[in-house]
């Protein structure tokens, strides 16, 4: 497998809040990674330093052998690397179509309307939504608000999909069904990097999972690993003895 | 195919109407009130492509036009180059400093660039009012002579009309052009939810950038033409505030983001001006009618009367389209 995303050293401080610091991580080809910690870890900081929507202070960000440290958020989504937001936004005077169009047009392949016209298509049939595509944008559920986060994104054929929480706020059918969306993205050539809160999720889908607390990594191991790992359970229970405890108290 | 849009056989059947009108009994009053339409729908159709299309609030719109004007009669009464050639120079002069004003205050979003859209024309008027070749304060006049190379005064407001309802009829296939077009989906991306569509991989700068100077070449042009017909020029009528404003009442009115929507209100509005305008009692009233239109049409009827339409009559949004 080869590295399809290195990040080097990369912080952020907002003001007087540091929220990445000096994180490094690599990304292999194929590979879903999963992105947890605890609120306000900077987790989505650092999706924004990834794809550009924030200049990192330091640090390098390589994709598929380029350097894509302080290129914006248009020129990254050209090489490849397509995200969905946390808080969806849907272009809501649109249809579901021309959203995922605008993907289409805009993304690696900067397709003409006809091309676009024609993946857009194929991308909501992928996403189950090829019922909805000439529906208003902003008439949808959350679930397919989220769906169609995934979908413009897909659109772009990208060669990384950032996922921003796309879980978040489902209910566990629509969790289930998510999960297979994604585990077929995967299969279908696309790596995967994700943030989730959804544990059982993260812990079924990622390869390996990045584990952020404080702006800093305090681990980066396969998901059996992290659980078990001092300093994961203890940014988010507290204290890292606690899973012992319990069990001694039960 | 934008040749199978029936709105495109729509706006060259309504620029032949505009021809052939005035044309029919060589009817000068009703040429001349056709002129004034046509201007409106000019301004009206290149303002839409920023607010409708893009969603940014242009309120210096006028600038374009007046300055074209100012360039235009430049070249053509001082330095005597032909009509066309000195119109479309100030289009390309008007449409470059556009580019480069935009680069720079489209980098503001909603209220700010609005603001720095008042800033512009101030500021271009007061520069002009000071610009000792074109004429300062007083402005410039036409000589008679300029009129010679098109065949005498008389001709030459004929073909004036002529190009004037061209580019009547090249601002709303332009309009149209855009909207069918993946750089107008990209603005309609832009005007939904800018941070987004920059995700999406739009190049918003660049894309904000062309659009206003886009919108510029136009009614600069136009604005050429019809200074050079009216035959004198000065900073208060080139860069008329009122207009500015009264563009954007047009717009809501027909209903923004639609290219029928920009003619409507165009020339609705301006038929409705005209005639207060000239009425004794109400001369001085065609303001306070603008305002209360404009309240009127945002509260009652946010899509303008387009959007009413589609709203009735939910098919006609594919013919109009």
Redesign the interface.
Known sequence: MTALLEVQGVSKRFGGLQAVGDVSFTLQEGEILGLIGPNGAGKTTLFNLV?G?YKTDTGSIIFSGKNITGR????V??LGLA?T?QIV??????SVL?NV???A???RE?Q??RA?RATALEVLEQVGMASRANSPAHSLTLAFKKRLEVA?ALA?RPKLLLLDEVLAGLNPTEIAQMIDLIRKIRDSGVSVFMIEHVMQAIMNLSDRILVLNLGHKIAEAPPAEVVKNPDVVEAYLGFPDIVDKLRGAS | MILRRPLLWLILALAALFVWLPLRNHDVALREDLILVAVAIILTSNLNLMIGYTGYVNFGHIVFYGLGGYVGLYLATVLNWNLIVAALIAGVTVSVLALLFGLGILRLRGAYFALATIGVLVAVQAFVANFEPWGRSTGMYVSFASYAPLGGARRALWITYYLIIGVMALSLVLSLGIRR??FG??L??I???E??????????TVYKAIIYSVSAFLPAVAGALMFFKNGMIDPSIAFEYMLSLEGIVMLMLGGQGTVAGSALGGALYERLRSYLLTSPRLSEFHLVIAGALLLLVVRLAPGGLIGWLYRLVPRSREVVE
């Open positions: 794809n929507v914006s958020p248009d020129q989504v050209h995200r937001h936004r849907p272009l809501n005077g649109m021309e169009i605008v993907g047009c805009y993304g900067y003409s309307l676009a413009r772009a | 077009s993946k989906l990209g309609f991306a005007r939904e939810d941070d987004a569509a920059i995700v999406l991989g739009v190049n918003a």
